[in-house]
């Protein structure tokens, strides 16, 4: 039996203890936080809770897999349930749409009464397209180990039709093809920001993303996503691994030039055949390794958020699961953020699950708001730069989110019972990822999908999961960095 430890506990670092555990190896897993989730957060007071990270379930095959291969199925243990309408959006120009769930047809439909004829015909010739680049990416892109732009060539000599992934496109130009109306623009725009990205300069490959969601549905976990992280912490520990909370790994050992083990930060050391790093890759490059010549190149942050939590006294009628309020002018946001100031008019996003175990009666609500900010930036790295530990910025920004959303629609100033605000900074304590990134590197270039730091490092023996890693940030991808590493690594 080989020894693992994994560093970190978020859904990619627990997967990936299960998946090892369940292969055969002695693992253990390294939290630095009192509790696991990583970014799939919870806050509870008051009989109110929210979900402070993820709040809806794509691709839920990926999960499936991963409970199968280490146990019992998901539905033995969560109640995971479908969510129609997935989201409602609502548009500067004041026209409304919800897309439901339950496949392509149902979407086109929606589209075309709300937004009128031929619109759903727009968007359903957009998804074909966007079939056509899931069904050749999916396995060397998203299932396997990144190899660079030789996985790429590989494709190509397979016979693949790699014009279909549009390797040399952005998003919103592939978009511009297909889509005449500018409200199906700005909501494949909406898309891009799910990397934390500019969708003028994200991989067209990132179609994939909207094509996923409608295709396959949209799920939510009963309770709140943050039980998922629980199911999973519970998995592992039923196939084995020891779960270690507060203890912050400082260093990972080598020996020989492989990895050899991790040193907390007490100076307790943890000696390992193999290592798998679930922590932000740029921390894991910059801080945990000894030798600089490992780091890899720097590459631009994702963009973060600005969260508000609301308790509300009270009942909205029609409230969706989830809500995105558009602004009039989508590229200012991007420009504001490749700034990185605080956008002046964001997009407004709200999840409310109709949930009872998140809220203290059935008369009031919690709503979890989030807008698109730059990363935490004291030292100005980005242009500007942002910095989120300032209370008065802090505070004003937070009046002036509410004031965007009454303006829009959704006045919820009488009805705050309290609210919590949780910035960059916040996430970057708590989560060390890079200016509080959330999905570490942002996903803008046509050859970003190559050059995410890839699952098996320069290092033999250190493997890296994640969303900071390949393929990508959002639970599905996490998911499947959490395979890719439990396959590189092998049985034990």
Known sequence: MSRAVVVGAGLGGLSAAARLAALGHEVVLCEQADEVGGKLGWYSRDGFSFDTGPSLLTLPAVQRDLFLKT???????????????????????????????????????????????????????????????????????????????????????????????????????????????????????????????????????????????????????????????GAVEERARERGVRVRTGAAVERVLLSGGRAAGVRLADGEELPADVVVSAVDAAHLYRDLLPRPRLRPSPRRRSSSGFVLLLALEGRTPGLRHHTVLFPDDYDAEFADLAAGR?????????????????????????????????????????????????????????????????????????????????????????????????????????????????????????????????PGGGLPLVGLSARIVADLVGPA
């Open 71 to 229: 146990g019992a199925p998901i539905e033995s243990v969560l109640d995971v349930v479908p969510l129609d309408p997935v989201a409602h959006y609502r548009f500067a120009d004041g026209t409304e749409v919800d897309l439901p769930g339950g496949g392509l047809p149902r979407v086109a439909a929606a589209l075309d009464e709300a937004l009128g004829a031929g619109t759903g015909e727009q968007w359903t010739r957009f998804l074909r397209r966007a079939a056509a680049v899931w069904d050749v990416a999916r396995e060397p892109f998203l299932e396997s180990p990144l190899e660079g732009p030789r996985t790429l060539l590989r494709l190509a000599r397979s016979g693949a039709d790699v014009r279909a992934v549009a390797p040399w496109s952005s998003l919103r130009s592939l978009g511009r093809q297909y889509l005449r109306d500018p409200r199906l623009r700005v909501l494949l725009d909406r898309y891009a920001t799910y990397s934390g990205s500019h969708p003028a300069k994200a991989p067209a490959a990132l179609a994939t993303v909207p094509f996923v969601e409608q295709s396959f549905g949209a799920w939510y976990v009963r309770g709140g996503l943050r039980r998922l992280a």
């Open 342 to 470: 605080p956008v002046a008019d964001p997009t407004v996003y709200v999840s409310a699950p109709d949930d009872p175990a998140l809220r203290p009666s059935d008369g009031t609500e919690a709503w979890f708001v989030l807008v698109n900010a730059p990363v935490h930036d004291p030292g100005g790295r980005a242009p500007g730069g942002t910095d989120w530990t300032d209370a008065h910025l802090v505070e004003g920004y937070a009046r002036a989110v509410l004031a965007t959303m009454a303006r829009r629609g959704l006045d919820v100033r009488d009805r705050l019972r309290w609210s919590v605000v949780r910035t960059p900074a916040d996430l970057e304590r708590e989560t060390r990822s890079d200016g509080g990134a959330i999905y570490g590197t942002s996903s803008d270039g046509v050859r970003s999908a190559f050059l995410r730091p890839a699952n098996r490092s320069p290092v033999p023996g250190l493997f890296l999961v994640g969303g900071s890693a390949h």
